[in-house]
């Protein structure tokens, strides 16, 4: 049934080599997930159909020519047929220039659909980054590619989440040996105000922001680095001082043992490996990662392309399931709080 406030959904097979084709097949045979938006499925026919033969599923989809075409009705999988990646020029399981051109141009596809208000959020299945690089889209990462689409300069960032815990971080996708070079007061204190920022408008009050430090034992006062006593520990002051709740900085090799004892709703580690080691063992199938800070919400499985498993039809959706839920809610809690601040 047609309803104006039924949010329309984009979504995409991802790297056609690995499994998210699969992903997307068997999420959608669960109709609490189905029936949460109105969907627009953007990808090659040929590529699903063979993840429906993997996954010896069937998935109902409505083949449109044009956007127009698109309605409202929570359940109905939308499909525009790109006829852009044929199953005969790739191998599954192996990397792919060629797949990995078409996952960006997918994506560059979607995202107009986006910015021309088609679309309200966008779930992408999982892609492959060195796949994208070699298919000529040259970004540092996924986050910076869909930033680059929607012309956004700043105030971006991945934020992570495991249920009730987000996590997100100072620097990202660099080097380690880089990470010092790029801890600044004023970079920790931009993502403190990013964090809050996200989860209020995910409708967190007052969320209690954690964040670690750098070095081992927090510095120890110095002896064992200055960035805590140089821009950690001051830029947590000045955003307190500001009204945000946030602590910190906190040993990182205890910091997931503070949840049952002390819990928070997010946590701001400094690189990627220090956030992402313990949310993947807390659940590896349940994380999801937002593009946070953009003006379109996107979400994908916090895992990859798993070409280990890739063809052997025993991928699991419970991930794919949850970044489902979360564009969903965060496309209309977006909505929402636009709406009180527009008052």
């Known amino acids: 049934m047609k309803n104006p406030d039924t949010p329309v959904i984009g979504l995409t097979l991802g790297d056609a080599t690995g499994i998210g084709p699969e992903l997307v097949v068997k999420a959608f045979q669960d109709e609490n997930t189905r029936t949460l ?16 033969a993997l996954a010896n599923l069937t998935l109902d989809v409505k ?7 698109i309605g409202r009705e929570a359940g109905t999988i939308h499909l525009i047929d790109l006829q852009n990646m044929n199953p005969e020029n790739y191998e599954l ?3 792919s220039n060629e797949s990995g051109k078409v996952t960006g141009e997918t994506l560059q596809y ?19 980054k060195e796949a994208l690089h070699r298919g000529g889209h040259h970004f540092q990462d996924e986050l910076h590619f869909f930033a680059d689409l929607l012309d956004c300069k700043e105030g971006f960032s991945e934020i992570n989440v495991m249920e009730d815990l987000w996590v997100t971080r100072v620097t990202s996708h660099i080097p380690l040996k880089n990470v010092s070079d790029n ?7 931009e993502r ?5 920022d996200t989860l209020t408008t995910a409708g967190y009050n007052a969320p209690k922001i954690v964040v670690a430090a ?3 034992h927090a510095g120890e006062g110095g002896m064992l680095g200055n960035e805590e006593i140089d821009s950690i520990i001051p830029a947590i002051n000045e955003m307190k001082e500001a009204g945000i709740n ?4 906190y040993p990182a090799d205890t910091l997931f043992l503070r949840l049952s004892k002390d819990p928070f709703d997010c946590l701001l580690a400094m690189y990627h490996d220090q956030a992402q080691t313990g949310m993947k063992l807390l659940g590896f199938n349940k994380g999801v990662t937002m593009s946070g800070g953009l003006p379109v919400t996107l979400t994908t499985p916090a895992h990859g392309t798993a070409f280990d498993i890739a063809g052997k039809g025993i991928a699991d959706p419970g991930a794919t399931k949850e970044a489902v839920k979360m564009v969903v809610q965060m496309s209309s809690n977006r909505k929402a709080y636009q709406t009180q601040l527009d008052q």
């Open 214 to 216: 750098l070095n081992p």
């Open 110 to 128: 979607v995202l107009q659909l986006a910015k021309d208000k088609h679309i309200e959020g966008v779930m992408y299945a999982p892609l492959n």
């Open 93 to 95: 399981g192996k990397l």
């Open 183 to 189: 801890i600044s007061k004023e970079k920790v204190m």
């Open 37 to 52: 938006a109105s969907w627009v499925l953007v990808g090659d026919k040929r590529v699903l159909l063979q993840a429906q």
């Open 246 to 249: 946030v602590t910190g900085p």
């Open 63 to 69: 083949e449109i020519d044009r956007v127009e075409e």
């Open 192 to 196: 403190i105000r990013f964090a809050h």
